[in-house]
C-alpha cells in the first residue's frame, strides 16, 4: 500500500518517511494568505457572534444556553425571512447580517447537506470565524470547499483568502472559558476560567479533558475542536499556534487520534517551539486509536488511517520525541499538567498513575518533558493490504475485489481478464486518494506494486466547481514515474483521466489499483487489481451515489454491526476468538463519540483488560439507543461485562442513567449474569450517578472514576471468564 512519504510532492530523490513528511507538508504558497485569519480563533467577551440557521431547534436550545452562559450573540440568519428570535434579530442573508449586525464569528446550525453552501455563503460574506458543527457533510462538498484551487473566485475558496477563518466540519466547536464565549455544543458545567488551553480532533476527549482540568484546580482558557472529518478548515497546529500566544494560556492539552498526519506534523511544530522558546509551554496529549481495527472507520468520519497514513502509535512516538507527555486517558489531563505547570518532571507513565491515589492502571507510554533529540527516522506506519480491510464500515463503503474490479469495466476502464497470471515485475501502482496535509485529491505513482520505491510521488491536482480537472501539468511526470513505455503513453493517459473521473463523479476518498502493460500488448494499459472507497455522507446527507452503494453486499458482514446502524449506532466487533478462552475480549464497551470510544478500548486493554468491541452510540444518544446498544452487544458470547463511558455533552448523565435502568428490566433475562459498570461524568453526572446507586439493580455498578471504573471492569470480566473456563 501507499507509505507516508509519498503523499507529499517533493523535488528531492530521496528522503526517509519522516523527513518527507515534514518537507511535504502544505506550502507556504497554498497557506500564507490562510494563515494571516489564525487571529480570528482568539474569541472571547469582545465577539459578536450569529448563528446560521437560527430559527431551528438545535440553534434555538443552543443559542439560548450560551446567551446565560454569557456569549454575545447578536441575532442571526434563516433565509427568506426578517424578524427577531430569542429578542433577537433575523435577517435573511449573511451579508445582510454582515452588513447590520457587524459579526465576529457565524455558527452554522443547518442541515449537513445545506452546510456547504452556508459556510461558502459565511466566506463570500467575509465573516471572520466561521464554525460549522454538522457532521456527516459529503466529503467532495467539503472538498470544493477547502481544495486551494486556482480555477475558481478568490471569495469562495478558504485556502486562498485572508477574511475568513473555518473550524470543523464536524467540530464541537470553540469556546474560551475565560472570555464567556461558546460557538459550539460543548457541556458548559465543564468549562471554568483558567490556564490550560486545548485543541482536539474528537468532543468528548476534550470534555474530558476540560473536565480533568477544573478538577485538578487549573480550569482553561481557549479550547479549539478541529473535527473529526478527513479535511478540517482548522487543524491541530493551526491551534497551537494561537495557544502558544495566547497570554492567558499557561498549558496546552492535544486530544488527537487515529487518521491523517495532523499529529505528526504538531509533533514537527512543538519540535520546533521548544527549540526557539527558552520557556515553553508545557503539552500533554492523548491520541485515540491505538487499538483501532486497520481498515475500518472508527465513528468519526475520518477516524481511520488512509493508506501510507501513521498509526496512533506512531503518532504518539513523535509526540514524546518532541517532548509531549503523552498519556492514555484525558482525566489524566489535569495531574499531569498540574505537575508539569509546578515545575516538576514526568519521566514515564507510572510517574503519572502515582498522582492519583484512585489510579491503579499503569501507563504503558512512556512520557518526556525535557527537549529530545528526534531520531532520524520515525517507526513506519503500519502498513494495510486491501485483503486486511473490511468489506464496510458505517462511515464509508469499501468495496470488495471482484466488485471493484466490475465497476471499472461499467466505466468503460480496461480490467485484465487474467490478473492473477501477471507477474508482480510487470505491475504498477496507480492511486487517487485525498491528501489531507494539503486538503486536495492527489495521485500516487510507483514503477512497482510498492510505494516504498525511492521513485514513488504524489501528485496533487485541482478540483474544479465544474468540469473536469486540469491533469495536464502533472500527466507527463506521472507517465514518466510508471515508466511503462512510449507505446502505452496514450492508453495510460486514457486510464489516469478515467480514474480522475470515477474518482471525482462517485464521491471516492481511495481508487487503489495496480496497473500492467504486460504482452501480449504492450501498448494497452490495464488494471489487474482495485481497492476502492467511497464516502457514506454522499448518499446519507446529499441523497447522491445511490448505485454505488446499492453495490454494498451485507451478507459479508457481521449481523450485529449491520443491525446497529438503523439506530445510529457504530458497532465493531474486536477480536476473532472464540468465547471463553483465556485470551478473550470479554468486555463489552458502550460510549458516547467515537473518540472517547476509542480511548476506552485502549485504556482498558492498558488495565490489562480486553474490549470486546468498539460502540458509539453516537453525540445524541437516547435510553432508547442505550438500552439497543446493549441488546447488540450482548449478542457476542465473549462478553462477560459490559463496560459503560458516557461523558455528558448533549447527552445527559440522567437520562443515560435512565437508559441504563430500563434496559436491566427489558433485559433483565440477558443480564442476569453478566454485571455492567457504569461510568457517568460531565453534564448532569451526579443525577446519574444518583440513579444507578438508588436503582438497588444487583450486578450494576456505578463509578465517577475512570481507573477505578475500569479495574472493576477487568476484574468482573476475567472473574467471570474464569468460571466460564471451569464449567467447561
Not at 454569557?70 to 433575523?90: A, C, D, Q
Not at 478527513?230 to 487520534?257: H, N, Q
Not at 459503560?644 to 436491566?664: E, Q
Request: a neutral charge; hydrophobic letters at 40%; charged letters at 20%.
Amino acid at each position: 500500500m501507499l507509505s507516508q512519504h509519498v503523499l507529499r510532492k517533493t523535488r528531492l530523490p530521496r528522503l526517509s518517511s519522516a523527513a518527507c513528511r515534514s518537507s511535504f507538508g502544505t506550502t507556504s504558497v497554498n497557506r500564507t494568505k490562510y494563515d494571516a485569519t489564525l487571529k480570528n480563533l482568539k474569541i472571547g467577551r469582545h465577539t459578536r457572534v450569529i448563528f446560521q440557521g437560527f430559527t431551528g431547534r438545535q440553534a434555538t436550545a443552543n443559542a439560548k444556553e450560551s446567551i446565560a452562559w454569557g456569549t454575545n450573540i447578536v441575532g442571526g440568519v434563516t433565509p427568506g425571512r426578517e424578524s427577531e428570535h430569542l429578542g433577537l434579530p433575523v435577517l435573511p442573508s449573511v451579508r445582510k447580517a454582515v452588513d447590520v449586525l457587524k459579526p465576529h464569528a457565524t455558527g452554522i446550525y443547518v442541515a449537513a447537506h445545506q452546510a456547504p453552501a452556508a459556510i461558502e455563503e459565511a466566506i463570500e460574506a467575509e465573516v471572520p470565524l466561521i464554525v460549522a458543527v454538522a457532521e456527516h457533510i459529503p466529503l467532495h462538498d467539503i472538498l470544493r470547499v477547502l481544495s486551494p484551487t486556482k480555477h475558481r473566485p478568490i471569495h469562495s475558496i478558504l485556502k486562498t483568502q485572508s477574511a475568513s477563518r473555518l473550524v470543523g466540519a464536524n467540530s464541537p466547536g470553540i469556546i474560551s472559558s475565560v472570555g464567556k464565549c461558546r460557538i459550539g455544543f460543548q457541556p458548559l458545567p465543564c468549562f471554568e476560567p483558567g490556564k490550560v488551553g486545548i485543541v482536539a480532533k474528537s468532543g468528548t476527549l476534550s470534555y474530558e479533558a476540560a473536565a480533568s482540568t477544573l478538577r485538578a484546580g487549573l480550569g482553561q482558557s481557549l479550547c479549539v475542536g478541529v473535527g473529526g472529518d478527513i479535511l478540517s478548515g482548522t487543524g491541530l497546529v493551526d491551534g497551537l499556534k494561537i495557544l502558544v500566544e495566547d497570554e492567558e494560556t499557561e498549558a496546552i492539552a492535544i486530544c488527537g487520534e487515529i487518521g491523517g498526519f495532523a499529529e505528526m506534523e504538531a509533533a514537527d511544530w512543538i519540535q520546533e517551539y521548544r527549540s526557539r522558546t527558552r520557556n515553553p509551554k508545557p503539552i500533554a496529549a492523548v491520541i485515540a486509536g491505538v487499538n483501532a481495527v486497520p481498515g475500518r472507520i472508527m465513528g468519526h468520519a475520518g477516524a481511520f488511517a488512509l493508506p501510507g497514513e501513521p498509526d496512533a502509535s506512531a503518532k504518539s512516538k513523535a509526540l514524546e520525541d518532541a517532548g509531549v507527555a503523552v498519556i492514555n486517558h484525558p482525566s489524566r489531563f489535569g495531574p499531569v499538567l498540574k505537575t508539569l505547570l509546578s515545575g516538576s518532571q514526568i519521566l514515564s507513565g507510572n510517574a503519572i498513575a502515582s498522582l492519583k491515589a484512585t489510579a491503579p492502571m499503569q501507563q504503558r507510554r512512556t512520557l518526556h518533558t525535557s527537549a529530545v533529540k528526534r531520531p532520524l527516522h520515525r517507526p513506519c506506519p503500519q502498513k494495510v493490504s486491501p485483503k486486511q480491510v473490511t468489506t464496510e464500515s458505517r462511515r464509508s463503503l469499501y468495496l470488495s475485489r471482484d466488485v471493484a474490479l466490475n465497476l471499472l469495466r461499467e466505466q468503460g476502464i480496461d480490467v485484465s481478464e487474467t490478473p492473477a497470471k501477471v507477474p508482480d515485475s510487470a505491475q504498477r501502482l496507480l492511486a487517487v486518494l485525498i491528501n489531507r496535509a494539503t486538503s486536495s485529491p492527489c495521485i500516487i505513482a510507483s514503477p512497482t506494486t510498492s510505494d516504498t520505491d525511492v521513485a514513488a510521488r504524489s501528485f496533487d491536482f485541482d478540483y474544479p466547481i465544474h468540469g473536469t480537472p486540469d491533469l495536464a501539468p502533472i500527466l507527463p511526470k506521472i507517465i514518466k514515474i510508471l515508466n511503462l513505455g512510449e507505446d502505452s503513453l496514450p492508453s495510460l493517459s486514457t486510464l489516469i483521466h478515467q480514474l480522475v473521473s470515477l474518482f471525482m463523479s462517485k464521491e471516492a476518498f481511495l481508487l487503489h489499483t495496480l496497473v500492467t502493460a504486460a504482452a501480449p500488448n504492450h501498448n494497452a494499459v490495464k488494471v489487474t487489481h482495485a481497492h476502492l472507497g467511497f464516502d457514506d455522507a454522499a448518499l446519507r446527507s446529499g441523497k447522491r451515489q445511490a448505485d454505488i452503494h446499492a453495490l454494498r453486499d451485507a451478507s459479508l458482514e457481521d449481523p450485529a454491526e449491520v443491525s446497529a446502524e438503523p439506530d445510529g449506532i457504530v458497532y465493531i466487533k474486536l477480536g476473532g476468538e472464540k468465547p471463553g478462552t483465556s485470551k478473550s475480549h470479554n468486555i463489552g464497551t458502550l460510549v458516547n463519540g467515537a473518540g472517547l470510544a476509542m480511548n476506552t478500548v485502549d485504556a482498558l486493554a492498558d488495565a490489562g483488560g480486553k474490549a470486546a468491541n468498539f460502540l458509539d452510540t453516537g453525540g445524541k444518544a437516547t435510553s432508547e439507543t442505550v438500552k439497543r446498544s446493549f441488546e447488540v452487544i450482548l449478542q457476542d458470547e465473549r462478553v462477560k461485562c459490559i463496560f459503560v463511558n458516557i461523558f455528558g455533552g448533549l447527552t445527559l448523565g440522567d437520562m443515560i442513567a435512565r437508559g441504563i435502568v430500563l434496559a436491566f428490566q427489558d433485559l433483565e433475562k440477558q443480564l442476569a449474569k453478566i454485571p455492567v459498570v457504569v461510568r457517568i461524568r460531565g453534564t448532569n453526572e451526579a443525577e446519574g450517578q444518583k440513579i444507578i446507586a438508588d436503582s438497588g439493580l444487583s450486578g450494576l455498578y456505578a463509578f465517577d472514576d475512570f481507573d477505578e471504573a475500569a479495574a472493576k471492569a477487568v476484574g468482573l470480566a476475567d472473574e467471570k471468564t474464569k468460571e466460564q473456563h471451569t464449567k467447561d
